[in-house]
């Protein structure tokens, strides 16, 4: 099939599986980062500790955490859904990179929710 002047490989049961695969990835990411950003909409106000009482970045008036943890979900959403296109072009090894880089920002933002864990590190 012709689409543009290039040539499309044709779709097969494996391209369709890797798809079906890729819309889990997506609604995975999509979760993550609603969860982002109602984390962010939990921001704390003026009633905050200082920030030396519990050493929690919540209870830190401004503290950059709360943006930097949405900002990696977005981030990991983004390429999830480059990802996706990638898996439609056929292009599995861009695709497998795309969404390693996804799952290490999801693991960064987990960790940087674990840290501000009372206990934490």
Same mark, same amino acid.
């Not at 819309?23 to 993550?32: F, K, M, P, R």
């Given at each position: 099939?012709?689409?543009?002047?290039?040539?499309?490989?044709? #779709?097969?049961?494996?391209? #369709?599986?890797?798809?079906?695969?890729?819309?889990?990835?997506?609604?995975?990411?999509?979760? /993550?980062?609603?969860? /982002?950003?109602?984390?962010? /909409?939990?921001?704390? %106000?003026?009633?905050?500790?200082?920030?030396?009482?519990?050493?929690?970045?919540?209870?830190?008036? /401004? #503290?950059? &955490?709360? =943006?930097? &943890?949405?900002? !990696?979900?977005?981030?990991?959403?983004? !390429?999830?859904?480059?990802? *996706?296109? =990638?898996? %439609?072009?056929?292009?599995?090894?861009?695709? *497998? #990179?795309?969404?390693?880089?996804?799952? *290490?920002?999801?693991?960064?933002?987990?960790? !940087?929710?674990?840290?501000?864990?009372?206990?934490?590190?």
């Amino acid at each position: 099939m012709r689409r543009s002047g290039t040539e499309e490989p044709e #779709a097969t049961a494996g391209n #369709a599986a890797a798809l079906a695969v890729a819309t889990l990835l997506l609604v995975a990411a999509l979760a /993550g980062t609603g969860l /982002g950003f109602i984390i962010l /909409g939990l921001e704390c %106000d003026n009633s905050c500790l200082d920030p030396g009482v519990n050493g929690a970045w919540s209870a830190t008036d /401004g #503290a950059w &955490q709360w =943006k930097a &943890q949405f900002g !990696l979900t977005l981030v990991g959403l983004v !390429l999830t859904i480059v990802a *996706i296109h =990638k898996v %439609d072009r056929c292009h599995y090894n861009t695709a *497998i #990179a795309l969404w390693t880089s996804a799952a *290490i920002l999801y693991g960064a933002w987990a960790l !940087l929710l674990h840290e501000n864990t009372i206990g934490g590190f």
